[in-house]
């Protein structure tokens, strides 16, 4: 039984790397268009709220094409380090080639690992981010866990996150927009039909905004807090090591 458990988790990682491999050109360019470039702001905004000084080093976990570890390397500034991890090679080679472009490849180094299985020492970090990637991790639990052992006593975690819209209107139109019109708008553009359904499933099935500050509590983060964003579209939540 636990075997075939650990089959379907480990096919399940398969289906979401290559889906990330596949997706991995046009990714920027679908983040920007779908979000009207909101997920530039929930970034530097999470960023922000990391608690970091220059100097300070900040791991940057399922970190893509490294759009939030850039805004964690204008925090930290050139003493600090920034380590971006990610599963998928084709999303590292773009973030690769990104901080090259904006003078950032001292500052930031992208490795390739599992966001289950952390390659870095108990509390190494000063803090750890993780932006649009716990919702894509097959273990929530585990990856939190991994986070918080990386970090130093009093360093934070943080997990910038799509979330459920708090404005009652607003909440029915992006509804809507989020179930129908993105997954139509990614087809056009990526020419694949399943890529952008995964976005819609993932996040309804994602916890809200109570259920996962409770979760971070009771995997022993402390002094855990949320703030939504863009009225509840995204919601970044913090918790203490
Ligand atoms: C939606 S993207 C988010 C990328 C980036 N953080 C951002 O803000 O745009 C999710 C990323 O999670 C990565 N990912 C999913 N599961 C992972 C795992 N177990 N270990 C490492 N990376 C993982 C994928 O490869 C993908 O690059």
């Known amino acids: 039984m636990a075997e075939e458990k650990e089959a379907a988790l480990e096919e399940r990682e398969r289906y979401v790397q290559d889906l990330f ?10 983040n920007r268009l779908l979000s009207f470039r909101r997920d530039v702001a929930w970034r530097r905004y999470t960023a922000r709220q990391a608690g970091l000084r220059p100097g300070d080093s900040v791991l940057d976990v399922a970190t893509g094409t490294g759009d939030l570890a850039f805004e ?12 971006g991890l990610d599963f998928t090679e084709e ?21 390739q690992g599992n966001a289950l299985h952390l390659p870095f020492a108990d509390g190494e970090f000063d803090a750890a981010t993780i932006a649009f990637g716990l919702r894509n991790v097959v273990d929530r639990d585990r990856c939190l866990l991994e986070m918080r052992r990386v970090v130093r006593p009093g360093g934070r975690v943080l997990v910038l996150e799509f979330s459920r819209p708090v404005w009652p209107v607003f909440r029915e139109v992006y509804l809507i927009y989020f179930r129908y019109i993105l997954p139509l708008i990614g087809r056009l553009v990526q020419g694949d039909a399943d890529t ?39 919601c970044l939540h913090i918790g203490e090591v």
Do not use: W
């Not at 022993?220 to 807090?225: I, K, Y």
């Open 21 to 30: 491999r596949r997706v991995a050109p046009t990714y920027d360019f679908l």
């Open 72 to 83: 964690l390397a204008a925090v930290v500034g050139p003493s600090g380090r920034v380590v």
């Open 91 to 111: 999303m590292l080679a773009l973030a690769r080639r990104k901080a090259d472009k904006l003078g950032l490849g001292g500052v930031c180094r992208f490795v």
């Open 196 to 234: 952008y359904r995964y976005l819609p499933e993932t996040v309804l099935a994602f916890p809200d905004q109570e259920a996962l500050a409770a979760r971070m509590h009771e995997l022993g983060l402390r002094n855990v807090r949320y703030h939504n964003l863009t009225g509840g579209i995204c």
